[in-house]
């Protein structure tokens, strides 16, 4: 349903000098979400990959310059076709109740994103609303409330609710577990894999890849602004079938598992300057041209890889 | 070549520093101008009484036939004087008040703020047309009254942020790691305040000139021998039914656009000095 | 809203009134008793050498100019207590009379500009702040800006050429044509007479509002949950009047209330260009003709307006905003 080919995004910014800069947030994400299923896209807070919702919905800041290509329904996703089916056919799910107006009750605000959805009729949308909370399971007097005297999980319940009040075939959920405990959280992602078995598909956001990774169908490991490799779940159960060694050595730094010593994230974004490959100076199986050469993407045992030493 | 140059440095922090530069070439003028010319103004000349504007008397003549144009340029420079004293004065009493409010305890500090409150309960040309009667009017009563009255503001600013720099976790470590408490003030907090400083006694500039002018408008600040905008502005009244509208609208121009000046400069310093939009 | 927690609220600022008035009334007259202008002299004015040492004598003492200033204090805030302002030295009337018609004057002049500026001011503030940086804005702003820096006196002075003189349009002074009473005026008139000094005070006035509601609203249009609205396709249009607006709206209104002060001066200088019989004027003469009872009532006065203005402020803020209304112990 949505493909994003080499998809880059830098910001521009005046630097000391008297003269604008550019920084790099993505240097290159690529990315395929198909419908009915979850796509993650799993790397440290501050690689970026918030922004990758945004620049989808073509949301970004002024200053921010896209390059790269997005697909979606098979069609090229313009500037123009998106301001006319956001809302309707992808819907974000935001990270926090910061997203909502806190003036207005939440639903009041449910059924706006109804009729922006396009259901015209005022009746229809607040019926559209009224349904939608009721399918989270929260009461009809919550939708008199305002953000700030929701809890966490109702919270989470209530910025899903406006993505799913209409029917939005694309999901982008920024963060789904930001904040919430693990109970809530399994709550939460639970809905987000209901929603993908009716057929919608969903691509997820987020750090927290272990607790993701059991509704996930894919993950995308992203780093410094590079897609580094595209996995199947199932090659982070038992055997182990990961390829990057990025991969690997984030999946022994959780808890769970060895508990390792996490690599450190470059504290500057590279700007793309190094032209090799960024995680080259922490890697385990660094190589001679690791440094100067960016691996191309190849394919490798049923999945994606960006390595010359995969 | 020069186009080129102009068009490398079309960025804001470029043109800003050109907008301060012109300000302050503006008020270099007015005071040159002043010093050199403005003695003229006091010269009667009963022939030329009542004259619109023209090219030798660019702002016309009163109704002794005195040059407009130099009355306003020795009027300007007397209510520039008497805003900024009065200004600079106010500031340094909000300074002082303001680091004694956050730095010698809670009692002085309730204090300070309460003073602050009874300050700006009346409005404030009340106050200041109180203190002036108090001190008997005159140009020294203007002064008096803009300058103990301007204070409030600049006070809670410059209190609020020695607050938070005191609560701030870099100066606990600074006092943690063993510096003294005046090196932290000179080294870690004077760039904090300084720029706060410098900008909050500009920007109250505009509000002291206005403000005297309005009270030597309203009669307060009265005296031929200092003849400030509004004592020009108040005796052109009564020639005002007589249509002699350049009385008024000369003196009344040349004031806004000096005020505009400061407020100009003062902001233009402001984006220039504060971290957050010093790289827009 | 709980009754009880209202109560308590109205209970704490009349108690902080008071308190702020004290301070005020204290302050006012150290103030005034050190005034160099001798009270005596400012009463008799003209017949000054006419009168004997006897005849001024008689005056100190009836005035009690011959007390302590402590004492002299005690027994006028004593008697302000009991609502006794005293007689103003130029009206010879109580001075709480004088005040209360002067006001009910200025009364109209204000409420006029202030509505006027309030509504104009947050349509513009709206206009800028939707299209930051559109050209619309920055003739808006620097209108605003350039209102900021003029003097209300001249703005007046400037109307009353162009309208009363050169257009004679308006009346060049008073609130109803010299020569009839307050009473014989028909409501038109007065119209006629409150335009220009309305003019005036609106017209600075706006500037102020304008700045803060364009703030306020880029500030809205900049905010995470208009980029929220926009991801889920509303138009620009669209979350100008739902969400900035809406958001833009409690401030503004806050400030329109909190800026009686302001107004209050403004009215002063208008009221001195127009010659406006309103409280302003009669400030200015009090001030000048050295009447302390009257400058000191008209102090007091003011103070009492000034944290009206606030305090409806401070309710508005507390009680309309939902999320205060929570702190607040709903």
Not at chain 1, 102 to 127: C, F, I, M, Y
Not at chain 1, 164 to 190: F, I, K, Q, R, W
Request: glycine share 8%.
């Amino acid at each position: 349903m949505l493909k994003v080919e080499n998809f880059s995004v830098s910001f521009s910014y005046n630097s000391s000098q008297l003269s604008k800069k550019q920084v790099s947030a993505i240097t290159s994400l690529d990315i395929e979400v198909k419908a009915g299923e979850i796509m993650a896209v799993v790397g440290q807070s501050g690689a970026g990959k918030s922004l990758l919702a945004h620049a989808i919905l073509g949301i970004l800041p002024r200053n921010a310059h896209t390059a790269g290509k997005i697909y979606f329904k098979g069609r090229s996703l313009t500037a123009q076709r998106i301001k006319k089916i956001r809302g309707k056919e992808i819907a974000l799910i935001p990270q926090s109740i910061n997203y909502l107006n806190p003036l207005l009750k939440v639903g009041t605000q449910v059924a706006r994103a109804a009729r922006l959805s396009g259901l015209k009729n005022r009746d229809e949308a607040k019926q559209a609303a009224h349904s939608a909370l009721a399918r989270y399971l929260l009461d009809d007097s919550v939708a008199k409330y305002y953000p700030f005297q929701l809890s966490g999980g109702m919270a989470r319940r209530i910025l899903t609710a406006t993505a799913t009040v209409g029917m939005a075939d694309l999901l982008l959920a920024d963060e789904p577990t930001n904040g919430l405990d693990a109970l809530a959280a399994e709550e939460a992602l639970g809905h987000l894999r209901e929603l993908a078995d009716t057929g919608k598909a969903v691509l997820l956001i987020t750090h927290d890849i272990e607790s993701v990774l059991k509704i996930t169908d894919r993950v995308s490991v992203f780093y410094d602004g590079i897609t580094l490799e595209v996995a199947n779940t199932s090659d982070f159960t038992g055997k182990l079938c990961l390829r990057h060694p990025y991969t690997t050595a984030l999946w022994a730094a959780l808890p769970t598992n060895s508990f390792t010593s996490p690599p450190s994230q470059a504290t500057t974004p590279s700007n793309g300057k190094t032209g090799g490959c960024p995680y080259h100076l922490h890697c385990a199986k660094h190589g001679p041209d690791c440094a100067d050469e960016l691996p191309r993407m190849q394919e490798l045992r049923d999945g994606l890889v960006r390595c010359h030493n995969a | 070549m020069f186009v080129q140059l102009y068009r490398i440095h079309l960025n804001r922090r470029s043109r800003t520093l050109v907008t301060v530069i012109s300000c302050l070439a503006l008020f270099a003028a007015v005071f040159l101008g002043a010093w050199l010319y403005g003695e003229n103004g006091e010269i009667t000349n009963l022939q030329l009484r009542k004259l619109p504007p023209s090219w030798e008397q660019p702002f016309g003549t009163d109704w002794l036939g005195r040059d407009m144009f130099a009355r306003t340029l020795k009027g300007l420079r007397i209510s520039l004087m008497i805003g900024l004293s009065a200004a600079t004065a106010s500031a340094i009493i909000a300074l002082i008040l303001g680091l004694a409010a956050a730095t010698l305890g809670k009692a002085v500090d309730t204090a300070v703020t309460w003073l602050i409150d009874v300050a700006i309960a009346t409005p404030h040309l009340i106050l200041l047309i109180l203190i002036a009667f108090a001190c008997g009017g005159g140009a020294k009563g203007v002064i008096i009254a803009v300058a103990a009255s301007h204070w409030p503001v600049l006070t809670r600013i410059i209190r609020a942020e020695v607050l938070q720099l005191r609560s701030s976790a870099f100066i606990h470590l600074s006092a943690k790691l063993g510096r003294g408490p005046l090196w932290i003030a000179w080294h870690h907090m004077l760039p904090h305040l300084l720029p706060q400083f410098v900008i909050g006694l500009l920007l109250m500039f505009p509000h002291a000139i206005l403000h005297a002018a309005a009270l030597t408008f309203l009669g307060f600040g009265m005296s031929p021998h200092t003849p400030a905008i509004g004592v020009l502005l108040a005796e052109s009244m009564r020639y005002l039914s007589m249509g002699l509208w350049w009385l008024a609208v000369a003196p009344g121009l040349t004031l806004i656009i000096s005020v505009q000046a400061f407020d100009i400069l003062g902001n233009s310093l402001r984006v220039l000095l504060d971290p957050k939009t010093c790289r827009e | 809203m709980p009754q009880s927690l209202f109560l308590k609220f109205l209970l704490q600022k009349s108690i902080k009134l008071l308190v702020l008035l004290g301070a005020v009334a204290l302050l006012s007259f150290f103030l005034v008793s050190r005034s160099p202008i001798d009270p005596i002299d400012a009463y008799v004015g003209a017949a000054i050498l006419k009168i004997s040492p006897e005849q001024r004598e008689v005056i100190a003492d009836r005035w009690g100019l011959d007390k302590p200033p402590a004492e002299r204090f005690f027994c006028w805030a004593g008697r302000l207590v009991r609502g006794d302002f005293g007689i103003s030295t130029i009206y010879n009337e109580p001075v709480l009379s004088v005040i209360g018609k002067r006001f009910i004057t200025s009364f109209w002049l204000m409420l006029l500009a202030w509505s006027f500026s309030g509504v104009l001011g947050f349509l513009l503030g709206i206009a800028a702040g939707a299209q930051e940086e559109s050209l619309l804005d920055r003739v808006i702003r620097l209108y605003a800006f350039t209102m900021a820096s003029t003097p209300t006196f001249w703005v007046g002075m400037v109307l009353l050429t162009i309208f009363s003189i050169e257009l004679d349009w308006t009346p060049i002074c008073c609130a109803w044509p010299p020569g009839m009473s307050a009473e014989e005026t028909c409501f038109w008139q007065r119209l006629h007479h409150l335009l220009l000094p309305a003019l005036t005070l609106s017209l600075i006035g706006v500037a102020q509002i304008t700045l803060h509601t364009r703030g306020k609203m880029i500030e809205a249009m900049n905010s995470e949950y208009v980029i929220f609205a926009r991801a889920q396709g509303d138009s620009t249009l669209g979350i100008v009047f739902r969400h900035a607006v809406r958001n833009a709206a409690l401030p503004a209104i806050t400030l329109q209330f909190a800026s009686l002060g302001e107004l209050f001066g403004g009215a002063v200088l208008a009221e001195q260009v127009f010659s406006y019989p309103g409280l302003g004027k009669t400030t200015v003469e009090a001030g000048i003709r050295g009447d302390v009872p009257l400058l000191l009532g008209i102090v007091i006065f003011s103070a009492i307006f000034v944290f009206f203005g606030n305090t409806l402020a401070d309710i508005i803020y507390k009680y309309i905003d939902p999320r205060m209304r929570r702190m607040a112990g709903t």
